[in-house]
C-alpha cells in the first residue's frame, strides 16, 4: 500500500545502505512565517481535538488525536523548497516538489504505524502509571516502531535492488554482454535527499 | 500554545533529517496527542484519556491509508498536491468513522 518509490530522488550507489543525516542547511530555505504557520496550525489543531472531545466525547475525539491536519501545509512546504531548488539551477521543479512530498508521505504512512504504537502504549499503560512514565514509553514505541518499520523497508528495498542489478549484469546465452548491462545500471541509480 | 510548540517542534526535526523517507516518519509524530494527552489528564483524568487512545488506534489506521494514498497519487499520477492532500482528509474522517463504527458494532 505504502507507494515508497523515490525515484529521481534517490541518488545512492546500488544496494548500499542509506545513512540518517542530521542536515542544517535546510533550514535557511525555511521563512519566518513558515515556522508561524506550524505554530498556529499545531496550536488550532490541539484546540479543535480537544473542542470535539468535549462536544461528542473522547470515543469519537480520540479519532482526531491521529488527524493529519498539519500534513497539507507541511507537504505544500516541501514541494515549495523542492521547486525553488531545481528553478535555482535553471530547471522545473515541479515535478521533483510533486514527487519530494510524495516521498514524505510515504515515510508519514510508515510514522502512521509507529503513531499507533504509541496510541496501543497510553491505552493500556495510562491508567496504571505515572503520566510522564507513560508518554515518554508510548513516544519512545512510537520512534523505535517507525524507525524499525522503516529500516525492515530500506532491507527490502536494498535487496530487490542486487537482486535487479544481479539480473542485469548475468550474461546473456551467447556468452557476450550486451550494452543494456550498462545502461540498465545507469537507469537503475536512484538519489535519495 | 503547547500544541503549536510540540507540532513545530517535530516538524523542524523533520526538516533537520534525511533522507526524505527517514523524515517523513516526523510527519506521523505524536505531536497533537502529546499536547492533547498531557492537558486533558489534568482536566479529565487518565481514564478519560485511556478511552481516546484506544480510539486514537482507529485514526491512526486511518493516517496510514491516508498516507499511503496521497503517497501513491503524488508519486504515480502526478495530481496537483494541495487537491490531493485536503481532499484525501476526507478519506482519513469516512475511514477513521467507518472503524469506530465497525468496532462499536462488533463490540456489541
Not at chain 1, 180 to 193: D, T
Not at chain 2, 7 to 18: E, I, N, Q, R, Y
Not at chain 2, 32 to 37: C, E, G, N, R, S
Amino acid at each position: 500500500m505504502v507507494g515508497l518509490r523515490p525515484r529521481s530522488l534517490v541518488r545512492r550507489a546500488e544496494g548500499s545502505r542509506v545513512k540518517i543525516k542530521l542536515d542544517t542547511s535546510g533550514l535557511g530555505q525555511s521563512r519566518w512565517y513558515e515556522f508561524l504557520l506550524r505554530f498556529a496550525f499545531g496550536g488550532v489543531v490541539t484546540a479543535l481535538a480537544g473542542l470535539i472531545a468535549k462536544r461528542f466525547g473522547p470515543e469519537i475525539g480520540g479519532l482526531f488525536l491521529a488527524f493529519p491536519a498539519i500534513f497539507p501545509a507541511t507537504a505544500t512546504l516541501i514541494e515549495k523548497h523542492e521547486k525553488q531548488k531545481k528553478e535555482r539551477a535553471g530547471k522545473s521543479g515541479m515535478e521533483r516538489g510533486r514527487t519530494a512530498a510524495g516521498v514524505d508521505a510515504a515515510g508519514a504512512a510508515i510514522g502512521s504505524i509507529g503513531l499507533a504504537a504509541f496510541a496501543l502504549v497510553v491505552w493500556l499503560r495510562l491508567p496504571a502509571s505515572r503520566t510522564s512514565v507513560a508518554l515518554i514509553g508510548a513516544t519512545l514505541a512510537w520512534f523505535v516502531t517507525s524507525v524499525s518499520v522503516w529500516e525492515f523497508r530500506e532491507t527490502l528495498w536494498r535487496r530487490a535492488r542486487i537482486r535487479r542489478l544481479h539480473a542485469l549484469n548475468r550474461p546473456p546465452h551467447d556468452g557476450v554482454h550486451h550494452n543494456a548491462v550498462h545502461h540498465g545500471r545507469s537507469a537503475n541509480r536512484r538519489s535519495h535527499e | 500554545m503547547v500544541g503549536g510548540i510540540v507540532v513545530s517542534a517535530f516538524a523542524l526535526l523533520g526538516d533537520l533529517l534525511k533522507p526524505k523517507t527517514f523524515a517523513g516518519l516526523f510527519g506521523a509524530a505524536p505531536s497533537v496527542a502529546l499536547a492533547t494527552i498531557v492537558l486533558t489528564v489534568m482536566k479529565q483524568g487518565k481514564e478519560y484519556v485511556s478511552v481516546e487512545a484506544r480510539s486514537m488506534l482507529l485514526g491512526s489506521l486511518a493516517f496510514f491509508l491516508y498516507a499511503s494514498v496521497v503517497s501513491r497519487l503524488l508519486m504515480r499520477r502526478k495530481l496537483s498536491l494541495l487537491p490531493v492532500t485536503s481532499l484525501a482528509i476526507g478519506l482519513w474522517l469516512v475511514c477513521a468513522l467507518g472503524l469506530w463504527y465497525a468496532v462499536q458494532r462488533v463490540a456489541g
